[in-house]
């Protein structure tokens, strides 16, 4: 069920919202997984763990896909599941280096599906940048799988001084976009739902360590960065806004999203804020060094529609929240979804 009106907290068994990026997950990963597997410091609330080895820091993260279908328009599931690990590392202000991929395979699988799945994972790792360096393959019985399931893990290493993730977040901060929202999650659901469009809308999949790298690079000072897949722009905003323990100050007006992915969510009865992305990424920089990181992310070949969308504030609460001012002028809270807008994406 899409946004129930009476969340409930505890369930006796797992929902598909429990992956969907909203309140369910959290609870399951704080309530659950964090207490069970939680070793001190190292256990971080961000894409991905930073870690000291000697004198060098690295970051280290992992990620599944089981996206449904395996392909899609603008993309497929090996190509995402390159991207998202890259992705990851770079929300990390790391340089990625090297990936490991394991398959879970279903009985009956065509070669020919595999075997485009494994070149379009060759190309995505060769324009990002990355090397593919160990793996694993398991084959499990006929109706198991789906077809074929996905895990990357990555490693990638840090070449500068500073401290990427909520807990540098500070009141005054600018919030960035690279582009516009929702084409991915809306990509997925057209072909699921056999909607069309007058132009074909395509997954923005993509690796993001370029503009990082970019910002970096400027000399921008950077205080945290997050990619907006399962949950959108608004879940990643509140996790961050509750991590931080302060207040996001969006504005809706210069939030892109394309007119066709605005009406397809009408259709569908979706909000574009909560919609998966796979190559968008918020930034929280110095107020000063906002017009600059700007300029930055609009030099990138997908940046055309990069724009400044927030700001952070002080919680007069105490506690982290994400409000939003609309067009028309009206201020309202923008909370976590309590259930699932669309399953199986990533």
């Known amino acids: 069920m899409n946004n129930c009106p009476l969340p409930i907290s505890n369930y006796p068994n797992i929902l598909l919202a429990h992956g969907g990026g909203g309140k369910l997950m959290r609870q399951l990963i704080e309530g659950l997984i964090i207490p069970a597997f939680s070793s001190g410091q190292t256990f971080q609330r961000h894409d ?15 990620d599944s896909y089981v996206v449904h279908p395996l392909f899609f328009p603008g993309g497929d599931i090996g190509k995402l599941a390159v991207h998202g690990t890259v992705n990851d590392l770079a929300m990390c202000g790391a340089k990625p280096l090297y990936l490991s991929c394991g398959f879970i395979l ?28 160990t793996g694993d393959t398991k084959v499990v019985d006929r109706g198991k799988a789906d077809g074929l399931y996905v895990n990357t893990a990555g490693i990638g290493v840090l070449e500068h001084n500073l401290s990427i993730g909520p807990s540098s977040v500070q009141p005054g901060d600018g ?10 999650g809306i990509a997925i659901m057209a072909v699921r739902e056999g909607l069309s469009f007058e132009s074909a809308i395509e997954s923005d999949t993509a690796p993001l360590w370029n503009p990082v790298k970019k910002l970096l690079d400027a000399g921008v000072e950077i205080h945290c960065l997050r990619d907006l897949t399962r949950g959108g722009l608004a879940s990643a905003l509140n996790e961050i806004a509750e991590d931080a ?19 397809a969510c009408e259709i569908l009865g979706l909000d574009p804020l909560y919609v998966a992305n796979e190559g968008r990424f918020c930034a929280f920089v110095k107020a000063s060094d906002v017009p600059r990181a700007l300029s930055v992310l609009q030099t990138e070949p997908s940046g055309t529609k990069a724009a400044v969308i927030g700001k952070v ?24 979804l309590s259930g699932e807008q669309l399953p199986r994406i990533c």
């Open 48 to 62: 991905g763990a930073v870690l000291s080895i000697g004198n060098t820091q690295i970051a280290f993260t992992t």
């Open 106 to 133: 279903e009985e009956g699988l065509p070669m020919e599906v595999l075997s485009r799945v494994v070149a379009s994972m060759q190309t995505a790792a060769q324009d990002a940048g990355v090397q593919l360096v």
């Open 245 to 263: 323990k302060l207040q996001v100050s969006l504005e809706e007006a210069p939030i892109p999203v394309h007119p066709e992915v605005q009406g």
């Open 175 to 184: 919030i960035l976009i690279n582009g516009d929202l929702g084409r991915h």
């Open 313 to 336: 504030e002080k919680s007069p609460s105490g506690s982290g929240q994400v409000t939003i001012k609309t067009r028309l002028g009206s201020t309202r809270l923008l909370d976590l």
